[in-house]
């Protein structure tokens, strides 16, 4: 399963919205811009993600949009699960939206594919929208430029030999 164009935009729109904690409500236009984000398709993004309950729309000229939650309650999984469905990484997982292979009981390669799911659904799991502005906070403090993508990825929580 690869992480679609519009999950990456979600994810990064979250971001975004975290960063901007307290500021109030964030217009469309501010989070595109600074996210690199078509504005057209950040709107139908935003809609899905206030439909899904991670954020809420205040209307009229001060509005924008802001975290419903938390960004340390904001799960990369609970986000890609939200948009995507499953993160089921093979055909043969009967988790995935694909046809389940019909070997799956018997087949050598399960406990491999079992373990490799189980540890991607670690890593997303168990990390926040927090952590990602957490890691932005701390390339600030080094005189690092703002940037959500781009060089290495924020460190995870597993990452950092953390217990989940």
Do not use: H
Request: hydrophobic share 30%; glycine share 10%; net charge neutral.
């Amino acid at each position: 399963m690869a992480i679609t164009q519009k999950c990456q935009y979600a994810l990064r729109a979250l971001f975004e919205l975290a960063c901007r904690e307290g500021e109030g409500p964030v217009r469309i236009g501010t989070v595109a811009e600074a996210q690199n984000i078509p504005p057209r398709f950040l709107e139908g993004i935003l809609n899905t993600l206030k439909a899904g309950g991670f954020v809420e729309s205040t209307r009229g000229k001060e509005g924008g949009y802001r975290l419903l939650r938390p960004a340390r309650d904001i799960s990369v999984g609970d986000v890609i699960r939200y948009l995507q469905g499953s993160l089921s990484q093979v055909d043969c997982d009967p988790g995935s939206s694909r046809e389940p292979c019909g070997l799956y009981g018997d087949c050598v390669f399960r406990p491999l594919w079992e373990r490799a799911q189980k540890a991607l659904e670690s890593v997303y799991d168990s990390t926040t929208i927090q952590d990602f502005v957490d890691r932005q906070a701390e390339r600030e403090r080094c005189g690092s430029p703002r940037r959500s993508c781009g060089g290495r990825d924020p460190e995870t929580p597993v990452e950092r030999g953390e217990r989940t």
